[in-house]
């Protein structure tokens, strides 16, 4: 599995900074699958009002998840008009601004999907550094101690011609490794030293495609998952080796795989339209297909059942080894773009809109708990930890679109 200095119901310093059970380190949390740790109850009803423990203000602009570590808040985000892409942290308690570092200056793609920024990938952390990834007519990789000192950074080729959509991807650890995908007509995989950003291994990719790499622990051994260029895609973490492949759901990809046992599941994209699972043991079964899109946003998995919600807003509910459909909902709104998030019982999932729709990952039938709504813009993926809840959302309302941090909780 990925690399986590996460223990459960420990607790032990590192850096200058306290770690907890449970803190959210990269994206997708602590267990890679947008599930929190158990026995969380964060508020199911809130506004920008009610039930809102802090409120900050973020500067620039960026569709980055916010991560916790240990008292620290820390996100990515850019600023076009400065031509700077930077991290920021902020105090977990109070939500004041803790440190700035400007990772990068100059050279932001004038061309990028409306739907993207130039700060959207999430940063990740191993307890003792924090990895971030931007796009400026390359990939560019830093490494940031806890106090925001930059201590090394390393740039790739990234250079689409035929789609410039900008950059998605998030970084993944592996061990010492930190692994990232760059995708484009001369695309790849790249898996360098944590230490000093020395590369340990690349593999060739060449595809437009967005999905970010996640390692788990299926049939006996790690593999490095990833969907895109029409297939499923598993590699071995330590070396960059092909493991297997199999076909679908989509040449474009931008959710992150998801598992359940030794099934995987993923789904995409463009041009097609279609979820899948297929066992992980090699063997290059496909337990289900189903024709439903989940383009940007990635899937969740528990409890023998898995939950998505389409592009346009519908809720499904399958059976994770048959793929029937349990149920599906219409939640109205808007589009999505944002990851739904399980949170023991309950999922959270923003629209585009900043409406947050809380429902029940109930198989038997389509529960609403509450409907929500922070600013009128959200793409981010809302972290959870200690019965909170971490979200970056905009409000265009007063005329300036303006970026704000919440921290949601009783």
Known sequence: MIARLILLGAVFVLSSTTLQAGDWLHWRGPHDLGIAEPGQSPPTKFSDSENVVWKTPVPGRGHSSPILVGDKVVLTTADQEKQTQSVLCFDRQSGNPLWTTIVNTGGLPAEIHSKNTHASPTVACDGKQLFALFNNNSVQLAALDLNGKVLWKKQGPFQPQQFKFGFGPS???????????????????????????????????????????????????????????????????????????????????????????????????????????????????????????????????????????????????????????????????????????????????????????????NPQRFEMVAENQLGDEAFASPSFCEDQMFMRAADSSSGTRLETLYCIGQ
């Open 171 to 361: 970084p993944l650890l592996y061990g010492d490794l930190v692994i990232l995908a760059a995708e484009y007509e001369q695309g790849y995989i790249v898996a360098l030293h944590k230490k000093n950003g020395s590369i340990a291994w690349k593999i060739d990719r060449p595809q437009i495609s967005f999905s970010s790499p996640i390692v788990a622990k299926l049939a006996g051994r790690d593999q490095m998952l990833i969907s895109g260029l029409g297939k499923v895609c598993s590699y071995d973490p330590k070396t960059g080796k092909l493991l297997w492949s199999v076909d679908g759901p989509a040449l474009a990809t931008c959710g992150t795989v998801v598992w359940l046992g030794d099934t995987v599941f993923a789904s995409g994209g463009y041009p097609e339209k279609e979820t899948i699972a297929v066992k992980a043991d090699g063997s290059g079964k496909v337990l289900w297909r189903q024709p439903v899109r989940c383009y940007e946003q990635s899937l969740v998995a528990a409890d023998g059942y898995v939950y998505a919600v389409s592009d346009d807003g519908i809720a499904y509910c399958w059976n994770a080894v048959t793929g029937q459909e349990m149920w599906k909902q219409r939640l109205g709104g808007g589009s999505v773009s944002s990851s739904p998030t399980l949170v023991g019982d309950t999922i959270y999932l923003f629209n585009e809109r900043g409406k947050c729709f809380v429902f029940k990952a």
